[in-house]
């Protein structure tokens, strides 16, 4: 199997159905595998997801009994991706068009890339319309070169949005789902993915991607609570010291938590 792409789902029944067709009616010259795992949703979310199984054969999908929140979520996931290459994406996001083959594409001719991301655009749910693009609009995108590492992603923050990175599969995927993160998940992730595979981190530029908000989307809920923007920064922090497993000099890391410290200060002084 060439690429397993992996959908983690939690109350998303007004979007998993475009969100999995998104991916599941994309052309590729290889074959993939989409995963969807349903963490006990008390909407119609799996029900959504039932209604596609029947018509496509490379969709797996998997229905929690009990919810385990998005971490045991996440290691459910990849324990089922056998693929060469592993994408991600969330339940409420959208793939565009050739999204798939063009990253599999770059990964199979950068040999030294170990994950590759794309721009995406943010955009309104109840409207349609675009809000702007999400990387290159980054407060720290200055920082960051179009071949990046797990050194940027620990001193700049994330800087990809999380439904645009795919990477390779490796012997220590089963290691990147932190026990010591509970909201982000995404950043600490693609740190210790980045961090066990070395390599670089590299952009393209092309939209392949759409980034939805809405009123009960991870980004609006954390705006709406401070107790989940604490939380958020101890998760951040966390994932800053996760690194220090691949010898990453302690400055390094410092750094990069002195940032988010900054970042967050900024943050509670705006509102």
């Not at 009994?65 to 979520?73: C, F």
């Not at 290459?85 to 068009?97: E, K, T």
Request: proline fraction near 3%.
């Amino acid at each position: 199997m060439k690429l397993s792409v992996i959908v983690p789902a939690f109350n998303v029944e007004n979007y998993i159905h475009s969100c999995l067709t998104s991916l599941l009616n994309q052309h590729t010259a290889f074959d993939f595998e989409v995963i969807v795992s349903d963490d006990a949703s008390q909407d119609a979310t799996a029900r959504e997801i039932k209604k596609l199984q029947a018509s496509y054969d490379n969709l797996t999908a998997l229905f929690k009994q009990k919810n385990e929140g998005l971490p045991g979520n996440l290691r459910s996931l990849i324990n089922y991706a056998k693929g060469e290459y592993v994408a991600y994406l969330d339940g409420d996001d959208l793939a565009l068009p050739n999204k798939l083959q063009r990253q599999v594409e770059y990964l199979d001719r950068h040999k030294n890339c170990s994950l590759v991301y794309h721009e995406s655009e943010v955009f309104d749910s109840e409207t349609d319309k675009t809000i702007k693009n999400y990387s290159t609009t980054s407060y720290n995108w200055h920082n960051i070169p179009n071949k990046a590492n797990v050194l940027h992603l620990i001193k700049y923050g994330t800087f990809m949005q999380a439904s645009s990175v795919m990477f390779r599969n490796h012997e220590a995927i089963c290691e990147t789902v932190p026990s010591n993160c509970k909201f982000i998940l995404d950043y600490p992730f693609y740190i210790l993915n980045a961090g066990y595979l070395g390599g670089t981190i590299d952009f393209i530029p092309e939209v392949f991607g759409r980034y939805r908000m809405h009123s009960s989307s991870f980004t609006q809920q954390t705006k709406a609570s401070n107790r989940r923007r604490e939380q958020s920064l101890d998760d951040m922090i966390n994932a800053c010291r996760n690194a220090s497993r691949f010898g990453i000099h302690p400055d390094i890391i410092a750094n990069g938590i002195a940032h988010h410290n900054y970042a967050a200060a900024l943050y509670f002084l705006k509102k």
